[in-house]
């Protein structure tokens, strides 16, 4: 799901909780040759690029920075 995929609602919780440098704790639900994604809310999932790691791990993530007008954001490994 890309950011902008993300409902509204979901959408405007997240950035009302969330700013860039927080750091989150994340659920990795998919991982691709150029990163992975990670699950760092309900319904919200971030790509986190050029990491090495596995489906289903825990791991911590930082906002680099988010775009609310059009529903992206960037993460990094914290």
Do not use: C
Not at 44 to 72: F, H, S, W, Y
Request: aromatic fraction near 6%; charge should be negative.
């Amino acid at each position: 799901m890309s950011p902008t995929q993300i409902p509204l609602p979901v959408w405007q919780d997240f950035v009302a909780r969330h700013s860039a440098g927080g750091v989150l704790d994340g659920l990795v639900t998919q991982v691709l040759p150029f990163g992975a994604f990670v699950e760092v809310a309900d319904g919200v999932q971030g790509l986190l690029p050029r990491v090495a790691t596995e489906r289903g791990a825990r791991i911590a993530v930082k906002i680099d920075r988010i775009d609310v007008e059009n529903r992206r954001f960037s993460l990094v490994e914290a």
